[in-house]
């Protein structure tokens, strides 16, 4: 069983930065896929970015070169890096754990443990 906490949401200006922390216990989180989706209000649940755990990122197209993802095996922690941050970017931020390669990484049916939510919200 893995547990996820995310932080470090908030408001910010368009064009400002936040730094997304998620926690995760248990001892197999270097062999975990982590990601981060994100839901807006009225919104399906979308992808934002991944990395597996052997390094290798995915971003969604509207976030390359804005976003950021990383671990810290040492810290069991993954981080999603935010700058230049647009209104649209207002969503809650879940963080995710699984098994997903490949193809499922995108999908949320690749993971199979979720963090609670963090809401950002990016005022214009």
């Known amino acids: 069983q893995v547990q996820l906490v995310e932080s470090g949401g908030g408001l910010v200006q368009a064009g400002g930065s936040l730094k997304l922390s998620c926690a995760a216990s248990?001892?197999?989180?270097?062999?975990?896929?982590m990601a981060w989706f994100r839901q807006a209000p009225g919104k399906e649940r979308e992808f934002v970015a991944a990395i597996s755990w052997v390094g290798i990122s995915y971003y969604q197209d509207a976030v390359k070169g804005r976003f950021t993802i990383s671990r810290d095996n040492a810290k069991s922690t993954a981080y999603l890096q935010m700058n230049s941050l647009h209104p649209e970017d207002t969503a809650v931020y879940y963080c995710?754990?699984?098994?997903?390669?490949?193809?499922?990484?995108?999908?949320?049916?690749?993971?199979?443990?979720w963090g609670q939510g963090t809401q950002v919200t990016v005022s214009s």
């Open positions: 248990g001892r197999t989180f270097s062999s975990y896929t």
């Open positions: 995710a754990a699984g098994s997903a390669r490949g193809t499922t990484v995108r999908p949320g049916a690749g993971y199979d443990y």
